[in-house]
């Protein structure tokens, strides 16, 4: 089994939505992040989960939630359909509406894009197996395909919740 060995800045533990955002965030700001992740793609309930209906971006008419989310969820409703909710209607009683249907294979191959272009070190197929708090930071031991990793950051963002 090979044994591999990093050392980053940030360390995001689970690839679900707030992960991926949380690592995209991390590397666009100049900060060596890596991402573990137990499954094959990113986004978590979006994609893997088959819930690929994100929301709610908006309320009583304007838009209250922007960032990276949005940036990759308008870029696959760009890629698929291009239709968006009339956000401009508004009824508390079906807030569901606001809701925008994404092809999750799409989205998760954009988060993956997003991932990488923000220099984002990607480890699927991994899973943690001990983590322990250092007078540095963090030491996690991870577990994949024919292969152990241990990684020390930093800054530890647990994701998988």
């Not at 929301?55 to 870029?75: D, P, R, S, T, Y």
Request: hydrophobic residues 40%; glycine residues 14%.
């Amino acid at each position: 089994m090979e044994h591999m060995k990093d050392d980053v800045d940030v360390l995001v533990v689970g690839g679900g939505t707030a992960g991926t955002i949380a690592a995209i965030q991390g590397g666009r700001a100049g900060l060596r992040t890596a991402l573990v992740e137990s499954g094959s793609q990113l986004g978590g309930v979006t994609t893997t989960g088959g819930v690929s209906f994100p929301g709610l971006f908006h309320a009583w008419g304007k838009q209250i939630v922007a960032g990276i989310g949005w940036e990759l969820v308008m870029k696959a409703v760009a890629l698929d359909s291009g239709q968006l909710p009339d956000f401009s209607v508004f009824s508390p009683e079906r807030h569901w509406m606001h809701q925008i249907r994404i092809n999750g294979p799409v989205y998760a191959a954009l988060a993956e894009e997003a991932c990488t272009q923000a220099g984002v070190q990607l480890h699927f197929y991994e899973i943690p197996t001990q983590i322990l708090e250092t007078d540095r930071g963090w030491k996690i031991e991870t577990v994949g395909k024919n292969l152990r990793r241990t990684i020390l950051t930093k800054q530890l963002i647990e994701g998988w919740s």
